[in-house]
Nanobody
Framework: QVQLVDSGGVLVQAGGSLSLSCVAS????????TRWYRQAPGKEREFVAV??????STNYPDSVKGRFTISRDKNTVYLQMNSLKPEDTAVYYC??????????WGKGTLVTVSS
């Protein structure tokens, strides 16, 4: 069994920075990739970043590229968010996908960016 705990969401002013954490526990030997998603009120869940455990390769959508950085230190994945905008306001979720295709989710952490 795998558990994810995502945290770090707070209220921050536009232009500010914030770092989110996703701590994974349990049997992690088949971990493939960790993704961050976000969901704003009334909108669909949106992919934000991915890091692959074996290679360390990362990808971002254009909406956050150059502002967000995903990284991993052992069983913790971080999302460093810089130059935050009001439109970054959302609940952020981390997701861990295993090599067998099973997905695990954190409960989400709220990021609010004030203008």
């Amino acid at each position: 069994q795998v558990q994810l705990v995502d945290s770090g969401g707070v209220l921050v002013q536009a232009g500010g920075s914030l770092s989110l954490s996703c701590v994974a526990s349990g049997v992690l030997s088949c971990s493939y990739a960790t993704r961050w998603y976000r969901q704003a009120p009334g909108k669909e869940r949106e992919f934000v970043a991915v890091i692959r455990w074996s290679s360390g390769s990362t990808n971002y959508p254009d909406s956050v590229k150059g502002r967000f950085t995903i990284s991993r230190d052992k069983n913790t994945v971080y999302l460093q968010m810089n130059s935050l905008k009001p439109e970054d306001t959302a609940v952020y979720y981390c997701n861990l996908r295993m090599t067998g295709g099973i997905n695990y989710w954190g409960k989400g952490t709220l990021v609010t960016v004030s203008s």
